[in-house]
């Protein structure tokens, strides 16, 4: 995954992440932000990995959809 300026962050996602406790929300959210702006995968062994795991799906295919339509198809 290329470098992006944005990605979609679903209400789903920050209900999942705002039921941690504080110092994990953090974790979490470069988690998903590194992954979401950067394609970095988060290490394995925190709270951010776990939600990672289950967010990844939908940000990549999110990309997927997103550089489909810059070369003017679905």
Known sequence: MERRESFV???SF???IDSLP???QAVAYK???EY???GKEPEPGNMGYTLWL???KQID???KRYENS???GR
């Open 9 to 11: 962050f679903y209400e």
């Open 14 to 16: 920050y209900d999942a």
């Open 22 to 24: 504080e110092e994990q």
């Open 31 to 33: 988690a998903i932000i």
């Open 36 to 38: 979401g702006l950067h």
């Open 54 to 56: 289950a967010f990844r």
């Open 61 to 63: 295919k999110n990309q």
């Open 70 to 72: 810059l070369k003017g």
